[in-house]
């Protein structure tokens, strides 16, 4: 018996990084994913690799109608739909007197606006289950410590965080089975990260230890840890959690 024996979650992001992996163990622990990613050769290829309990579509979470569709093939290739792991995002550098208006409006409708829309068409259709769902999203060490160069993502991610326990209160207020948590990683070793490397100024090793330094853990985390946390929040296990924020980041939160 798996941890996600009968479950069936729609992940955005899912075709690499956190929201790869975190598919991945989904499957693991028994349950089925359709993985919903812009990139949806990656996502496709990804699924296959899954085996028959994955399933891939594309999905650019800045439009509500993809968004729909999502949830719909959901429901047609698996059933019903009981989880909705929000992934996707973005993360451009950028102070709040100079970053790009374009990049400004980029990451607040991936980052903020796809997470409200995945929530608005997802929430219905975990209800429709009929059973104990949970919705799971991702904000991010910057939400919880803001830094001064990214000025839209630490936004964006803290209005996720807002906007989850808003969420989570509403469906307990309504009394449906529905729990809505956050999980904030901190520099996590993903395609994002590396692209941040290979964007450093300086040596390798330099940059690095740069962002060692941000973790008292003194290192990055690795996207399996992240997804071990939604997983929990995804599961049965944590059936008294709901309107929290887990912390996945070596400490980085709390870093004086």
Sequence with gaps: MGMMDGKVALISGGAEGIGGTAGQRFVEEGGSVMLADIQIDKAKAHAEALGERAAAVELDVRDLDQWQAAVDATKAKFGKMTTLFNVAGISEPGSADEVDLDSWNRTIDINLQGTFYGCRVGLPAIIESGEDGAIVNIGSMLAMRPGAQ??????????????????????????????????????????????????????????????????????????????????????????????????????GSYRE
């Design 150 to 251: 990214f000025a839209a993502y630490c936004a964006s991610k803290a209005a996720v965080t807002s906007l989850s326990k808003s969420l989570a209160l509403h469906c307990a207020a309504e009394k449906y089975p529905v729990r809505v948590n956050t999980v904030h990683p901190g520099a996590i070793d993903t395609p994002m990260y590396q692209r941040y490397l290979a964007a450093y100024p300086g040596p390798h090793d330099e940059a690095v230890e740069v962002f060692n330094r941000n973790h008292p853990i003194n290192r990055v985390g690795q996207a399996v840890e992240v997804a071990n946390a939604m997983l929990w929040l995804a599961s049965d296990a944590s059936s008294f959690t709901t309107a929290n924020d887990i912390t996945v980041d070596g400490g």
